[in-house]
């Protein structure tokens, strides 16, 4: 090869350890002088273990935790004989069990993702070795290595396209791993390779690719290449990316330019990040003060011993004297202290752990098999895929969510037009009247055409009547669509016509026109020929006036068979309205209504134009477009300019509206989670312009359409703010205003705010979230960056979250992940992320909770994702019934938890007052040892796995119910110290009560009761009896398991401890069990069980007191809702009907949103003839949405009702 003059000398030939790649090179077969670069392999590993890394890696990432290596340190103190008061086994055999069950859940996790690992790196590929085509494994594919693409084959690694079997290097891809859309996207190799299409030109393609480093852009690439002493630039459009599928093209030959982790897929997967629960965030702290209190209580008894072995124990020296090795109280002291550090980690021990897995196990279980989340269309059930974030879930105040295949279908319908004034496409009953809702008849007939696509589906019968009876306006209106477009056509079997469309809204348009009888059939660089009612027409194509975002228009000029020259245009109405010949003014006014009902109903709006050339104008105007097409400087503003002289003075035809198509129930869920005090923000990725479109930046019109396409945006709200600076003064000042007029709008409704600029950042943030009326903010991706520099991101953060809506277009992948991470930084606020495409995937990872949307566009999103279902209507069930319940099981069973272990373990601090701080125990060690793994372990399992405090169907009918987890209200420190408060208290009873009793107490026989065994079975019965009635109190939701765990530990109890007072036991094991008979002797006497009663009576009495007293002064939204519930019981249902409310807008156009600067110059090179089509997707009716407004309206009036514990039930909002 001879390097061209122009290629530098001096490039960097191995990337050293630890070394950043500057640039890469790679040579086209040539793997030797590839290999000198270290360039990774095609091989991917997700994986964290191998068999002989995985047990001290993962013992080592256990030992982390606080509470293992708390555990472990306790074992440590056990195994030494001075100290310890309490075996070994009594710490070890949880400690371990713990472990085992970890190390399991780790392993099985790995292990699918090895076998994930495996069976993408086993996937086979053509690779091109030594001239021969040969069969690779993807991890064996190599840098610079040229590979064999074949239809339907996924992309094994970033190639640069060299050939394929379409003319001109074409081939065509769908992107639904990468981003999420599900329309084809055009590649096209550069001509000098071309036409290299058989594999012994291949062979000796010798040519060096030098380019930018692995990065994680997926819209821009930027290299040379040099072949035959000349270079050639590359982009993006010369790229097939790993992830993508290979579409309608027969095969494709690409040279291998990032491998495996290097790829921009892998790139965008970010980095894996371990996550937390706030819950566990708080236990962790907990569990050091905890211990901070042990050390504390260990250091007063230690005292105490010290004091009372100078004082007291050296009077008993003769009998009682000191072990071996203590040769002073101090010392003793020393001992003893340890000895109370075993003997009271009982506070928290190490079964809490165990019990926390298992729930969480369990509630993770419960989504799995939730068949409400089951899409039987499909067959994808709910998924989830990590066990730790389940509390989480009802914690949540921001949604981050995608909007292309996440909130839509990508799926446009043909709803309504305008032709010359008249509306077209209301749905009519029976007597020709507007039908009212659920009245929708039967379709119209498409079935005199031939040619129509069965699935599309029209309701308005009086526009097929105007095309039969020859209108000429409606005739005009659908030969528009059928010529104005760059879609192309496939005719498979005879009648059979597929289109492939570069957006879904031409896709839409082109099959309207379909099925109203003109039938776009077939085309040519230079001809279009449409089928009109039946007749075949060929029109001559003169030009394409291609779209792109600053024009927002597209226009085709084309000659009839008559010969006359006519331009057709279309595209959006606040453009196209300003360029009407004057003698619209009357028609224009209606259709402006036409215009303005289409919005208000959300539809995405376009206008329909026309202009009839003279010959001699346009013979003078195709000689300066030919010229200005040729220019080699400024080309894009003089064609700009003379599309703009062309497309003036033009005929109104009408409007058309598309219905953006929804998933089912995402307006129901936005609303509903919208109610429950969820701020949901949408990030939308950034659509790529066609290579040599200028940049540009989404329009406040499109950008506006995306909210209220989903339902996020109404009519009823204050005041929508739009940000669309391009430097950073104009950023900062466009917020400032949005912020003053917030602030104003206030003052003006009486709040009594007034805004202060020297305000600081925390206070004004509080103040601009309690301000009146609800805004939204839409920024686009040139303001966002530099919204989220570090001097400007809290103004920005501020302004967001003061919105009740937050749109962020244009945005990239690495722009969603510093969106997430800033909320995460200031608002300390719980974040989830949902998407479907692999650009999601930083932003899910980045989230407190990443969701994937599984089942159509791929699994990137999935793959990356702690939780993944089909349709994003299935997020109001996770968070709201799933999310709640599972908060609320956690919190209730760590309450309840930390109760009982404080009961049980301090009674032994007071004894240390009573036995001379000898760190004597008062329970026998077995007792010890069983009763947070036996006694009380399986009813406070099944409260934490089954708990509820009202049905699904109540938590989803009042969102309000959702808000206790976002306050943190069910578990917090506050709630931690009532418990330890608690269980001190309970502590303090179990033991003086049997104390002062037994201290004159006698047997039936006269004999005294007061001995050290009889004691601490009265004392452990107490415990058991009190703590099992204290969880019969703290269940709210009563089922067959519960009652079973419950008594059923109590009979264990009462049986375990008659057998190890048994003469069978003694007599097997007499050093073990010596006090034969001691507990049916104890339980024998009346005295006995009036302590135990008289002691459960005292500990309970003042919880139950307190309950009530506040069920009935001050009670809980739950506990309203749970009274409103029994009485709806008692009453007969009363059925509501809803009027439906209609809304009014602005216009708002979907043409620039949907569409990327199109394919017009392609079209007309010729160079694409050669295509097969896209089917697209079938139509489904629209759903009314006009109920969300009254939803919202009723939370502003209910909003400060049902925020209160005290609301009454008749106040309550019900969705």
Known sequence: MTVPREMPEKWPRVRGPGRAEEERRVRANAREY???????????????????????VNLFEQFQEVANTYFLFLLILQLIPQISSLSWFTTIVPLVLVLTITAVKDATDDYFRHKSDNQVNNRQSQVLIGGILQQEQWMNVRVGDIIKLENNQFVAADLLLLCSSEPHGLCYIETAELDGETNMKVRQAIPVTSELGDTSKLARFDGEVICEPPNNKLDKFGGTLYWKENKYPLSNQNMLLRGCVLRNTEWCFGLVIFAGPDTKLMQNSGRTKFKRTSIDRLMNTLVLWIFGFLVCMGVILAIGNAIWEHEVGVCFQIYLPWDEGVHSAFFSGFLSFWSYIIILNTVVPISLYVSVEVIRLGHSYFINWDKKMYCAKRRTPAEARTTTLNEELGQVEYIFSDKTGTLTQNIMVFSKCSVNGHGYGDVQDVLGHKAELGERPEPVDFSFNPLADPRFQFWDPSLLEAVKLGDPHVHEFFRLLSLCHTVMSEEKSEGELYYKAQSPDEGALVTAARNFGFVFRSRTPKTITVHELGQAITYQLLAILDFNNIRKRMSVIVRSPEGKIRLYCKGADTILLERLHPINQDLTNVTTDHLNEYAGEGLRTLVLAYKDLEEGYYEDWSERLHRAGSAPEAREDRLARLYDEVE??????????????????????????????????????????????????????????????????????????????HTVLEVREELRKAREKMMDASRSMGNGFSYQEKLSSSKLTSVLEAIAGEYALVINGHSLAHALEADMEVEFLETACACKAVICCRVTPLQKAQVVELVKKYKKAVTLAIGDGANDVSMIKTAHIGVGISGQEGIQAVLASDYSFSQFKFLQRLLLVHGRWSYLRMCKFLCYFFYKNFAFTMVHFWFGFFCGFSAQTVYDQYFITLY????????????????????????????????????????????????????????VLMFFIPYGVFADATRDDGAQLADYQSFAVTVATSLVIVVSVQIGLDTGFWTAINHFFIWGSLAAYFAILFA??????????????????????????????????????????????????KLDLKPELSDTVRYTQLVRKKQKTQHRCMRRVGRVGSRRSGYAFSHQEGFGELIMSGKNMRLSSLALSSFAARPSAGWIETLRKKKGSDGSTAGSPSAAPDKMLKV
């Open 34 to 56: 590839n290999e000198k670069f270290q360039y990774a392999s095609n091989c991917i590993k997700t994986s964290k273990y191998n068999i002989v890394t995985f047990l001290p």
């Open 1060 to 1109: 190890m007072h048994s003469d069978g036991l003694f007599q097997m094991f007499p050093n073990q069990f010596r006090f034969v008979g001691n507990a049916q002797n104890t339980l024998a006497q009346p005295t006995v069980w009036l302590t135990i009663a008289l002691t459960t009576v005292v500990c309970i009495m003042p919880v139950v007191a307190f309950r009530f007293l």
């Open 648 to 725: 003036r003075d033009m005929m109104l035809l009408g409007a058309t509206a598309i219905e953006d198509k929804l998933q089912q129930g995402v307006p129901e869920t936005i609303a509903i989670l919208t109610l429950a005090n969820i701020k949901i923000w949408v990030l939308t990725g950034d659509k790529q312009a066609y290579p040599g479109s200028t940049p540009t930046f989404l329009s406040p019109e499109t950008a506006v359409n995306i909210g209220y396409s989903c339902k996020m945006l109404t009519d009823d709200m204050t005041e929508v703010f739009v940000v669309t600076g």
């Open 932 to 987: 947070n793994i036996v006694y009380t372990s399986l009813p406070v399992l099944a409260m934490g796995v089954f708990d509820q405090d009202v049905p699904e169907q109540r938590s989803m009918e009042y969102p309000k119910l959702y808000e206790p987890g976002q306050l943190n209200l069910l578990f917090n420190k506050r709630e931690f110290f009532i418990c330890i408060a608690q269980g001190i208290y309970t502590s």
